[in-house]
């Protein structure tokens, strides 16, 4: 970090991390592990940590009780559960989502790899094994959550809810004018659950990072098209990982995810207006995470 001059990094749960356990008492026993680890570090530098908290979403009741044990602090989810997929657009989550509103806390969704079923031989992605991952799966598995968790009618009911999406919003400002066009076009906008439009919700609940997404024309779009204050400088989802292996927990920094240098040296190349670049590199965290920084 001082080496390449990063002030400040939030800790967090790599993935699968506790969407990865199909056992929902395990998953529950390793995000309160996780986040009793995480406090603990943080709390020998808090100065230059903070931490994201892990959360199982097998039970929306016990994930919003989970959240409210880790301080308050924001949560980092991963998308799915387990063997199987389980959505967050659903009503049985809006006791979480009630939580989340009432802490005043940002909830970042990061993509998870494919679970067992889908890498099995000849599905979509078990022939084209070389799809998977960062560069293609990812975004097309999060995005379409994203715009299921939109469009659902929660954040009608919880307008205070933020959600942080990564990869600069996992290509959904590249289709936002198009997503917004269709569903308000008159065969959708009388049957869709939701009282606005994609555009509308961008702009009001959710904020971008450019972690793993190191494109200058990329930011400069997304800023255009969603606002400054939206848009936040990343390295890595969570700026630096920790890997969970059983219950071993282990700690490295971001490879193999993003290297801390590249991340950097774009960073440092990215002409921006000063008070721009300000914005994006730190003051939009630190109004987002409640970072003990000066704003």
């Known amino acids: ?87 967050y657009d659903t009503a049985e ?4 989502w009630a939580t989340v509103q009432e802490l005043d806390v940002p909830i970042y969704f990061h993509p998870r790899y494919r679970i067992k079923q889908d890498l099995a031989p000849e ?6 094994k070389h799809l998977v991952g960062a560069g293609v799966s990812f975004h097309l598995d999060l995005s379409w959550h994203v715009y299921a968790v939109l469009s659902s009618g929660m954040l009608d009911r919880y307008p205070g809810v933020k959600l942080v999406v990564g990869h600069l919003g996992e290509g959904i400002p590249f289709n936002l004018w198009r997503a917004s066009h269709w569903i308000n076009h008159p065969f959708k906008k009388d049957v869709r659950p939701c009282k606005q439009d994609y555009r509308y919700y961008f702009t009001h609940n959710v904020f971008i990072t450019t972690s793993g997404f190191f494109s200058t024309p990329g930011l400069k779009f997304c800023i255009n098209e969603i606002g400054l204050e939206r848009c936040l400088y990343s390295i890595g989802n969570g700026y630096l990982h920790h890997i969970a292996s ?13 290297n801390v240098k590249e991340g950097q040296d774009w960073w440092k190349s990215v002409d921006l207006p000063e008070n721009e ?14 970072l003990p920084l000066e704003d």
């Open 1 to 87: 970090m001082d080496e390449h001059g990063v002030d400040y990094m939030l800790l967090s749960l790599t993935s699968p991390g506790c969407q990865g356990e199909s056992d929902p008492v395990a998953a529950r026993t390793m995000a309160r592990d996780a986040n009793d680890y995480l406090a603990a570090e943080v709390g020998k530098n808090p100065a230059r940590f903070g931490a994201l908290a892990a959360l199982s979403m097998h039970d929306p009741a016990e994930a919003a009780g989970e959240l409210r044990r880790a301080g308050g602090g924001a949560g980092d989810v991963w998308g799915a559960e387990g063997d199987g997929k389980i959505y």
């Open 93 to 96: 989550y809006d006791e979480f």
């Open 123 to 128: 599905t979509r992605y078990g022939s084209r």
């Open 246 to 258: 059983s219950r071993e927990l282990k700690f490295y920094a971001d490879t193999p995810y993003e």
């Open 277 to 290: 670049k300000e914005a994006v590199g730190r003051r939009n965290a630190i109004r987002l995470f409640k």
